[in-house]
């Protein structure tokens, strides 16, 4: 059994700054990919960042240059978010997949870009 355990979301004013965590544990012999995608109300959920197993990383064009995903080991990552915007305001989901059609995805946390 593979966890994802997120943390970091909160309320922040436009202009904000948050940082979200993600911490795999459990049975994992290979992550080829960790990231975090999104989902606001009435939304389709959306790729925001992800980082594979290289080191190399992909972003949604509407947070190239805000955002920043990195990591400290292979099971931890992080969501840097600058320069926040109310329509960055969704559910945050930390996903990591395993290679073989093993996708994992933590429970979600809120950010919310409100004044």
């Known amino acids: 059994q593979v966890q994802l355990v997120e943390s970091g979301g909160g309320l922040v004013q436009p202009g904000g700054s948050l940082r979200l965590s993600c911490a795999a544990s459990?049975?994992?012999?290979?992550?080829?990919?960790m990231g975090w995608y999104r989902q606001a109300p009435g939304k389709q959920r959306e790729l925001v960042a992800r980082?594979?197993?290289?080191?190399?990383t992909d972003y949604a064009d509407s947070v190239k240059g805000r955002f920043t995903i990195s990591r400290d080991n292979p099971k931890t990552v992080y969501l840097q978010m600058n320069s926040l915007k109310p329509e960055d305001t969704a559910v945050y989901y930390c996903?990591?997949?395993?290679?073989?059609?093993?996708?994992?995805w933590g429970q979600g946390t809120q950010v919310t870009v409100s004044s």
């Open positions: 996903n990591a997949d395993l290679g073989a059609h093993y996708v994992y």
């Open positions: 459990g049975n994992i012999p290979s992550i080829v990919a």
């Open positions: 980082i594979l197993k290289g080191g190399s």
